[in-house]
């Protein structure tokens, strides 16, 4: 019997939303616990800032350009790295994903993808190395998904199905529907029981398919959470939770639209143009959201909103890991926990997501409390870590080969290692504009080099000092005194991205 591994993933969840990160506001004692506990990594970062490509990077151990799903709306291959796979075949791992998947487009149901398909004609698996899946999204509501929670609520409690907001439209754009006490886009009142909602939902099926196992088998899970991520509309029962008006705004809130435009004219003009509504690089995006309309108590409101679903996905961790102690496999099992990206929250006066390569976006929560059993001493990570590690991580655990075309390595377990930078990158284009980011961290400074497309013409980009800048909000890049380390750093950036997929994969959906 060796150690089984509980990967725990949220959505749409920024570095500092958890305790031991330095959040505030919502109480996640449980990951607080497990970073206490484990390794806390203070400087992970994403691959890809939007989920398709994120998630596959963590499926596959592949930086995005390797594994060709460079935005959404593109199915990851089958015959693609996968490490569930490999700990199935080789390991003899029970292996389940339960909760969000979205390694093919959700935006197509009925069509021919898996993801799709499964739960409306009863299938729970197998795929992509997992023996069982079961799949939800951002939405109860039937009709917008033919996932297993929104067919479960329908069956089940067909009167709360109505209750969520309406996430994606009939015609497959993005709602603009507003809602909540201050009319913020996405915002909205849901009158569901909390116990129904998706958060518990997976949490009570992961519980479920652990109590199928016997004692002796080593498994892996992979619980998705749909939360943080927009719709803003946990069970209104909760709302008391956190009250938005005693908020305070971010503090890389600038404090009003004119101070906003005054921080963005310093950066390459895909900000400025998407923050006064010029143009919307990014499908995932309301296509009435204007930023600059935002009103401060939005910002708290949805804020708020984050904060809940915080707590709950932390209490629903707790109650997964009170059973998996109380069927005699807590000393064995190892816990990783992240994000898949980021959101805005308000910095910049933006919200949402895209083409953006700051904190807010790209930081990333990580924590990994290994098995007590293997006796690793709990430590805090300053080196740069991703997720095209987290693969050849869960081979080390398992101890099976990982598949040679898996990129990254073993996340270190304490701070006397050598890793020097970590890469994120975008390829999107939406509504006639294409972007192309090359984005580096390394020794304290993030570079963004924009390469040439409809919106650059090759010779911009974004430099900060993260010691003394942390809110992102002074950009280096025409600094005439930090022309040698910008030098330096572009020099190593295209040193070591990796070589791209030769041919490249298609766009079949927008999301």
Known sequence: ??????????????????????????????????????????????????????????????????????????????????????????????????GKAHFEPSSAPGGPYFENYAASKGLYGPHRGFEHMELCAHTGRAGRSLYHYPK??????????????EYVTPQKTISCKRGGDTGGIQVWHNHIQREHYHTDWTADRVIDWLGSLDEDEDWFVWM??????????????????????????????????????????????????????KAQFNYELPAEFVPAELTPDQIREINAMCHIENELIDEAIGRVLSYIGTRGWGQDTDVLYTADHGEFQGDFGMMFKGPYHVDALMRLPMVWRPAPAAGITPSVVEQPVGHVDLARTF??????????????????????????????????????????????????????????????????????????????????????????????????????LPEARQQPLEQVALV
């Open 395 to 496: 081979c080390a655990i398992a101890g099976v080969d990982p598949d040679p075309r898996m990129q990254g390595a073993v996340m270190p377990t304490s701070e006397d290692g050598t890793r020097e930078r970590v890469i994120t990158e975008w390829d999107g284009g939406y509504n006639g504009h294409t972007i192309h980011l090359r984005t580096l961290y390394r020794d304290g400074y993030v570079l963004t080099a924009c390469e040439k497309s409809t919106v650059h013409d090759g010779t911009e980009g974004e430099l900060y000092n993260l010691r003394e800048d942390p809110r992102q909000w002074v950009n280096l890049w025409n600094d005439p005194k930090y022309a040698g380390i910008k030098s330096d750093l572009i020099a190593d950036l295209y040193d070591n």
């Open 1 to 98: 019997m060796g150690r089984k591994i509980l990967f725990i993933t949220t959505d749409q969840q920024r570095h500092d939303a958890l305790g031991c990160n330095g959040g505030k506001v919502a109480k996640t004692p449980v990951v607080d616990g497990l970073a206490a506990a484990g390794i806390n990594y203070k400087r992970a970062h994403n691959q890809n800032v939007v989920c398709m490509p994120a998630r596959s990077t963590m499926l596959t151990g592949q930086h995005v350009r390797s594994h060709g799903v460079i935005s959404n709306g593109i199915p990851l291959p089958e015959d693609a790295p996968d490490v569930v796979r490999l700990l199935k075949e080789q390991g003899g791992y029970r292996t389940a994903l339960i």
């Open 152 to 165: 479960w609520l329908q069956e089940n409690h067909p009167d709360e199905v109505d209750f969520f907001q």
């Open 224 to 277: 998705s959470f749909p939360d943080p991520h927009h719709p803003w509309d946990p069970p209104s029962s909760e709302l008391k939770r956190v009250n938005w008006r005693d908020l305070d705004l971010p503090d890389a809130y600038p404090g009003s639209v004119e101070a906003t435009v005054k921080v963005l004219e310093g950066k390459p003009r895909h900000w400025l143009d998407w923050y006064l509504g």
